[in-house]
């Protein structure tokens, strides 16, 4: 009778969920755990419970959501790379805007879906970055391809997202709620200094409003300092 070759068993992806909210943590761990090559082999609902975990069971993938209590997503992705580099990273959250996704991914994260989008691309996302790929949501990829190609075309050949110390300065000011007068007088420049590096720091990371300033301050924690 002929020898049998050992079959092989079948790799299974593990991932890691990072996501505060319980109901919505669960809905994803089901869907992981539903795939046949997936499994959920830890669960953070926080941000500093999410690097401590990563260290602890070495997942293939970690799935996080942005906005967390301790440590922000951005934040957090930016320590588990340091400290697990061979760990991949999908964000997961309901933001479209190009200022996040670049920040996010210049953090070490390889994948960005959104959380309205249909389940099947989490699954694809996941498996994807595992894979050593990277992936953005198809809802999302027109928009930042657009933002990009346009930045481009602004700024040539410059260092884009680089702010000088004052710019950041200025930028943070505007995130806490000063008006354009009070920031001139606490840095001791003209008003439109102040107006000129605000258009630069928008200009190099793609923001439109103030709004997106100040989700731009959250990523960055200037907001915990208050």
Not at 68 to 94: F, Y
Not at 181 to 197: F, G, P, Y
Not at 203 to 216: A, E, F, M, N, P
Request: proline residues 3%.
């Amino acid at each position: 009778m002929a020898k049998q070759s050992p079959t092989t068993a079948p790799t299974v992806l593990r991932v890691l969920l990072a996501e505060d909210h319980e109901m919505v943590r669960e809905g994803i761990k089901a869907l992981v755990n539903a795939q046949p090559d997936m499994e959920v082999v830890g669960e953070a609902s926080g941000g500093r419970l999410a690097v401590q975990l990563a260290q602890e069971v070495q997942p293939d993938v970690i799935v996080i959501d942005i906005s967390m209590p301790e440590l922000n997503g951005l934040k957090a992705t930016e320590r588990i790379r340091q400290v697990c580099p061979h760990v991949r990273v999908l964000t997961l959250t309901r933001h479209t805007d190009a200022g996040f996704i670049q920040q996010l991914f210049a953090a070490g994260a390889s994948g960005y879906v959104l959380k309205q989008s249909a389940s099947a691309e989490l699954v694809r996302a996941i498996r994807a970055v595992a894979a050593g790929g990277n992936f953005l949501d198809p809802q999302i990829t027109g928009k930042v391809i657009g933002g990009y190609i346009s930045q481009q075309a602004r700024v040539g050949d410059d260092a884009q997202g680089e702010l000088s110390e004052r710019e950041s300065e200025v930028l943070r000011l505007i995130a806490w709620g000063h008006s354009n007068k009070e920031i001139a007088a606490r840095l001791q420049i003209s008003v439109k200094t102040v107006e000129a590096h605000k258009a630069n720091t928008m200009k190099k990371l793609g923001l439109t409003s103030r709004i997106d300033i100040v989700r731009y301050a959250l990523l960055q924690g200037w907001l915990e300092d208050t």
